[in-house]
């Protein structure tokens, strides 16, 4: 009897439904976002989003920016990644999980190859927002709305009140 209850709550996927949902909902991207976000977030994590944050508020990304190089093309491919415009939303909180596990682990070379995925990540996406999203084909590959949610979710200036105090 305790075996079966220990079990099934072993079994339970959290992020599939909530306690106060029907049996047809489903949690939305913007509640995996959070609860990625109350995972034990590395603090590289956090620099990259508030440094996002703040130039996407002051720039707007009117620049364009450059795409990524072959070399950081060729780091995705090595960890079997796509590129972030052909990236679904599942597969993105995939990869923001398992970089976060990589983050926080005591291999050197597993945690800097965590960072420098992030890095081109907002690089992509920083190339996505100055175009404003020309590259994409397919409503599917929208991996993109979940890194954006995740960067907002983890900085410290996610809204516009708070960038007014910070700046001050």
Same mark, same amino acid.
């Given at each position: 009897?305790?075996?079966?209850?220990?079990?099934?709550?072993?079994?339970?996927? +959290?992020?599939? /439904?909530?306690?106060?949902?029907? *049996?047809?909902?489903?949690?939305? @991207?913007?509640?995996?976002? &959070? %609860? #990625?976000?109350?995972?034990?977030?590395?603090?590289?994590?956090?620099?990259?989003?508030?440094?996002?944050? +703040?130039?996407? /508020?002051?720039?707007?990304?009117? *620049?364009?920016?450059?795409?990524? @190089?072959?070399?950081?093309? &060729? %780091? #995705?491919?090595?960890?079997?990644?796509?590129?972030?415009?052909?990236?679904?939303?599942?597969?993105?909180?995939?990869?923001?999980?398992?970089?976060?596990?990589?983050?926080?682990?005591?291999?050197?070379?597993?945690?800097?190859? &965590?960072?420098?995925?992030?890095?081109?990540?907002?690089?992509?996406?920083?190339?996505?927002?100055?175009?404003?999203?020309?590259?994409?084909?397919?409503?599917?590959?929208?991996?993109?709305?979940?890194?954006?949610?995740?960067?907002?979710?983890?900085?410290?200036?996610?809204?516009?009140?708070?960038?007014?105090?910070?700046?001050?």
């Amino acid at each position: 009897m305790l075996d079966d209850t220990i079990e099934i709550k072993s079994n339970f996927d +959290i992020t599939s /439904k909530s306690v106060f949902s029907s *049996a047809d909902d489903t949690f939305t @991207s913007r509640s995996i976002a &959070a %609860l #990625l976000a109350k995972n034990t977030v590395p603090a590289s994590h956090r620099r990259v989003a508030d440094n996002y944050l +703040i130039v996407k /508020k002051i720039f707007k990304f009117q *620049a364009c920016l450059s795409r990524i @190089s072959n070399v950081e093309k &060729a %780091l #995705l491919e090595k960890y079997d990644f796509n590129t972030l415009e052909f990236t679904t939303m599942k597969q993105m909180y995939n990869e923001l999980t398992l970089l976060q596990k990589w983050s926080v682990s005591g291999n050197n070379e597993e945690k800097e190859a &965590a960072d420098n995925i992030l890095l081109i990540r907002v690089k992509e996406l920083k190339f996505l927002e100055s175009s404003s999203y020309a590259s994409i084909s397919n409503e599917i590959y929208n991996g993109y709305k979940a890194l954006q949610q995740y960067l907002k979710e983890i900085s410290r200036f996610q809204t516009v009140q708070n960038m007014r105090v910070f700046c001050r």
